[in-house]
């Protein structure tokens, strides 16, 4: 199997020895911020960032490219079921920007923050945002945005409707969307994409995100006890060390990364039984519409009903093998008996599946953890959002078949990691 | 062990078993049953034959079905065997576990239990329906782990062959639609091997030798998650129905292809536009759920399982740095569809390292096992 080893060699950072750093602009800007002390003595405040050496480090970039984007600055990651928008909104905006601010502009800025909502399916996770942070000498708000990818046709009116290409702004975008809406992004709403690899983004926004959160509240979590569903807790985890990690993210399909160092990182592996199998068969088997509706039924199953377990096989467990009675055989192994489909329920079934999914991407994550010779497994993608129940599943089978080796991770910002990374392409090219 | 048996042909001075011989694989899911019909019997044996082992032997030669799900695979017969010095055909027969009860039944109403003989039995049925074959039918079932016994069956029918051809073959040209053909193969130099049984669900072993394996990882999206799923997704009853629609339908109607997120391949990492990235991605569409057809999502299912199960097995290739993956059990019983596709996938996701191999007996190695380990014990004597 070929890895894909992928290596950011113009990333030559030797004088960096923090493991994750925000990049920051030099301060030498042109005039743009000659009256902007406040700038100044928010750059020299001590920041959510790890500052360290990473001046130093990023000096040799930016004397490349001296100016800073103009506004708006947004990272957009195009995925097989959602777009993933990250806005950055500037507190710091003095009377004179505010006053050569062009309508358009203005008027977007509004759009965004004073909604929570955006149309009939446009989100923004609120609870999300992160505020007071520092990009590139400017301080504000980061907010995150999602809508269905079978929506963008409209995203894209909407930004022809704003003459969002005048704003002459670059649109950082990744996802495979970057790519397959390249051209209508042209031609129907007259924008450029700066197109970006997706796990490159990925691997760039975990390690920015994390970094930036270590005096807030924490990203990172782990569940405790996550065999007791009585005592099974969420806990706070520093990821500092982050090296190495399995970063397992499930969208749509799933990436299995093996991340060695921030610019070094290999595929390892993928399965297509992901987020989308999962909303795709409970739509089928139960009639439901939603990824929400879909989870509100498997809280409500009971999959033992639909699945063939060991004990239904062996009448217990199957000991010269290690296989408790519980464990799963066969995934909807009792739907075979036309007695026992009359029998369950849609929760059931609902339950079933999302049983099935999170178990195999769990196994297979487990035998690359393995293989790999990785301990720490960090699970990201929208699959996992308000998902409760997948996550402890994982973090359950994790622990218990590799009897304590491995850990599972988790981040808050779930699925928003590309579209960071992409803004940080924005604001610090590579 | 038996093959020292099989030059001394008519030498009784080994105690060979009492007659019936039978090896027994009760699954998840099927029942298999592998029965050695004795063909040199001399006149006075047949004189002396017990009135209830002789009905059994006829009956079950005299059909090629039982009741209405029991199944004899005649084609699969090997015919003049030599085991433990007798002379006879290897009869494979198999029926739903579900049909256990009456299948004990049936021991008791034909005196079996009369018959004294060792009945050895394989798969979580023999432990699960212990009790039920000693109290319903007096029968004591004489009980082998499943993975011993299909690793000792694979080998043995391998050795033996196919009534004069191979047992195990190849596909070459595998990704080639027009030119993929089914070539034999011998299993010499065996090891080492990823065996890759797939029964109800899946477990993969790496056998380094006859008595040398273990048990790798197994995945409980199997046989039986095939089944379960069409049937609940197509109405269908039987595999038989299933794999009939699978062959008609359009897997890409249902699931999300990396042409439908990237718009053609996703270069970077080597993904084809044709690859599965999200399967039955399509599905949460309703527009798409109403276009597609119940042959679609047999065939999808059909796809996705057995896509993981390669993609599963390939990593355990890997990482056991082995090169020979050979797939039993009777998911792939009469299911060209995925035979082909797991030897597509070995080879492709590869570039060529490994390949799929498969077996004509499929899933009845467990059953020989069985077989096998109760004309070892009478060696013992």
């Not at chain 1, 981040?411 to 960071?420: I, K, N, Q, S, T």
Request: some cysteine; overall charge negative; aromatic content about 10%.
């Amino acid at each position: 199997m070929a890895f894909n080893c992928h290596q950011r060699d113009d990333d030559i950072d030797e004088e960096d020895e923090t493991p994750s750093k925000l990049p920051r602009c030099k301060k030498e800007m042109p005039g743009y911020f000659d009256n902007e002390p406040q700038n100044e003595a928010a750059a020299g405040r001590a920041t959510p960032e790890r500052l360290a050496s990473n001046s130093t480090a990023r000096h040799r970039k930016d004397s490349v490219k001296k100016t800073r984007p103009p506004f708006p600055w947004f990272g957009m990651d195009i995925g097989g079921t959602l777009v993933k928008l990250v806005y950055f909104e500037p507190k710091d905006i003095t009377a004179e920007e505010e006053q050569e601010e062009v309508e358009n502009l203005k008027s977007i800025r509004r759009f965004l923050t004073s909604n929570t909502a955006y149309g009939t399916t446009g989100i923004r996770d609120v609870h999300l945002e992160l505020q007071d942070l520092t990009l590139c000498g400017r301080t504000g708000n980061l907010h995150f945005i999602r809508f269905p990818t079978h929506d963008l046709p409209a995203f894209l009116q909407m930004g022809r409707n704003k003459h969002f290409s005048s704003l002459h702004t670059t649109l950082c975008a990744t996802g495979g969307g970057a790519f397959k809406f390249e051209s209508d992004f042209r031609t129907m709403a007259d924008l450029e994409l700066h197109k970006l690899d997706e796990l490159d983004c990925l691997v760039r926004g975990v390690l920015y995100i994390d970094s930036v959160m270590s005096s807030g509240p924490l990203e990172c979590y782990y569940f405790e006890d996550p065999t007791d569903p009585d005592h099974c807790a969420q806990k706070p985890y520093t990821l500092e060390n982050p090296y190495p990690m399995l970063l397992v993210n499930i969208g749509s399909g799933v990436s299995i990364l093996a991340v060695y160092s921030e610019n070094n990182y290999k595929r390892v592996t993928g399965t297509s039984l992901g987020g989308g199998t999962f909303l795709g068969l409970c739509c089928l088997l139960t009639g439901c519409s939603t990824f929400e509706e879909a989870l509100e039924m498997a809280s409500q199953g009971e999959s033992t009903r639909v699945d063939k377990l060991v004990r239904d096989i062996y009448g217990g467990d199957y000991e010269r093998f290690g296989l408790p009675g519980w464990a799963v055989a066969s995934s909807f192994g009792n739907m075979m008996s036309k007695e026992k489909r009359e029998s369950v329920s849609k929760e059931d079934l609902a339950r079933a599946t999302l049983v099935t999914i999170t178990n195999n991407i769990g196994s297979i994550t487990r035998m690359c953890a393995l293989n790999e010779n990785i301990e720490r497994v960090v699970f990201v993608g929208n699959f996992l959002r308000v998902n409760t129940l997948s996550m402890k599943l994982l973090a359950y089978a994790m622990d218990y078949w590799s009897k304590g080796q491995l850990k599972a991770l988790f981040l808050r910002h779930e699925g928003y990691f590309g579209a960071v990374g992409a803004l940080l392409e924005l604001l610090h090219p590579s | 062990i038996c093959s020292v048996l099989f030059k001394s042909k008519v030498n009784y001075a080994f105690s060979s078993p009492a007659f019936p011989w039978f090896g027994m694989d009760i699954g998840g899911t099927l029942v298999k049953l592998v029965y050695f019909e004795p063909v040199d019997i001399t006149a006075e044996e047949e004189q002396e034959e017990v009135e209830n082992l002789k009905s059994i032997r006829r009956y079950l030669t005299s059909n090629v079905a039982y009741g209405k799900t029991g199944v004899r695979d005649v084609h699969l017969e090997l015919r003049n065997l030599t085991m433990c010095g007798r002379t006879g055909n290897l009869h494979f027969i198999r029926f739903p576990t579900q049909a256990m009860p009456r299948f004990i039944q049936m021991g008791r109403d034909k005196n079996f239990s009369s018959l004294h003989t060792t009945l050895c039995a394989t798969g979580g049925g023999a432990y699960k329906f212990e009790n039920d074959f000693r109290t319903m039918a007096d029968l004591e079932l004489l009980k082998l782990d499943e993975l011993d016994c299909l690793i000792r069956g694979l080998l043995f029918i391998d050795r033996v062959g196919f009534n004069g051809h191979p047992e195990c073959y190849y596909f070459q040209n595998p990704s080639d639609p027009h030119s993929c053909v089914k070539k034999p193969c011998n299993l010499d130099n065996p090891f080492p091997m990823l065996l890759v049984n797939i029964g109800s669900g899946v477990s993969i072993l790496a056998v380094y030798s006859e008595n040398d394996y273990k048990r790798v990882t197994g995945t409980s999206l199997g046989g039986g998650t095939f089944l379960g799923l069409c049937c609940l997704l197509t109405g269908c009853e039987t595999f038989e129905e299933a794999l009939e629609m699978a062959s008609k339908g359009d897997s890409t109607n249902v699931d999300k292809l990396v042409k439908d997120i990237y718009g053609g391949d996703y270069e970077r990492f080597g993904l084809q536009g044709s690859a599965v990235a999200s399967s039955f991605g399509h599905m949460m569409c309703k527009e798409k759920r109403d276009s597609i057809s119940k042959e679609d999502l047999a065939r999808a299912t059909l796809i996705t399982i057995t896509n993981n199960i390669g993609s599963i097995a390939r990593m355990c290739a890997l990482n056991e740095k082995i090169e020979r993956v050979v797939f039993v059990g009777n998911f792939l019983r009469i299911n060209t569809l995925s035979t082909k596709l797991l030897a597509y996938a070995m080879d492709f996701w590869s570039k060529g390292q490994l390949r799929a191999l498969f077996l004509e007996h499929e899933g009845y190695f467990g059953a020989v096992g069985a077989l096998m380990e109760l004309l070892k014990t009478s060696e013992d004597l």
